[in-house]
């Protein structure tokens, strides 16, 4: 009898050190190995930026003469709630800033695909905003002398485009076309929106 619960005892610290091994292994390739394809989280630009995968959460630029090429990736949002003013608010915005570029983003699932606030001098081309809460392409606040060119945005809730400006900002006939497709295009003076 002694003999066999030595045996037994043996044999069940082999397969602990078998699967303690295991369980190390598995460990370490989660570490090592990502799960998921694109970046998440808020992302802040300083510099110039060409994204290489799909971003779940906003960009926000705080920086002049910036150029965000997504390189035809998505920038994916958590949602947003307009009953409680919850969740993620803008796919790419920035705020008192020229010299911006940004091209080539298709935004989803925030409360707007795009917003510029306060900033002049800046340009959004090649972009597409779709599935927001409210609209597409936004434009407040004194952003005048901005450039919008072959912008498309359908199947967001609110209007294709909005600007609190007098027309000193229009769209090229592209993006205009493209935005029609939405709700009302607004590209004349508005009061400011709640945002």
């Known amino acids: 009898m002694q003999n066999n619960l030595h045996s ?28 998921a394809s694109a970046s998440t989280g808020d992302l802040y630009l300083t510099t110039n930026v060409t994204l290489s995968e799909d971003h779940h959460g906003q960009i926000i630029i705080n920086a002049d003469n910036v150029t965000l ?13 307009l009953a ?12 008192s800033h ?24 800046n340009t959004l081309t090649n972009n597409t905003s779709s599935g927001n809460a409210s609209e597409g392409f936004v434009l407040a606040d004194s952003s005048n002398n901005n450039t919008l060119s072959g912008n498309t945005a359908s199947g967001n809730d609110g209007e294709g485009s909005h600007s609190t400006e ?14 029609t497709r939405t709700r009302a295009t607004s590209w004349q003076a508005h009061p400011t929106p709640t945002l």
């Open 69 to 81: 090429d997504c390189g035809d990736h998505e920038i994916i949002g958590a949602g947003f709630k």
């Open 166 to 179: 007098e027309p000193r900002t229009t769209p090229s006939q592209a993006t205009r076309r493209a935005t």
């Open 8 to 35: 037994i005892k043996t044999v069940m610290r082999r397969h602990s050190v078998r699967l303690f091994a295991l369980a190390s292994a598995v460990v370490a390739l989660a570490v090592v190995a990502p799960i």
């Open 98 to 121: 020229t010299g911006i570029t940004v091209k080539n983003c298709h935004a989803s699932n925030f409360k707007v695909g795009f917003i510029i606030w306060q900033s002049s001098g």
């Open 84 to 95: 409680t003013n919850t969740g993620d608010f803008a796919g790419v915005s920035f705020r």
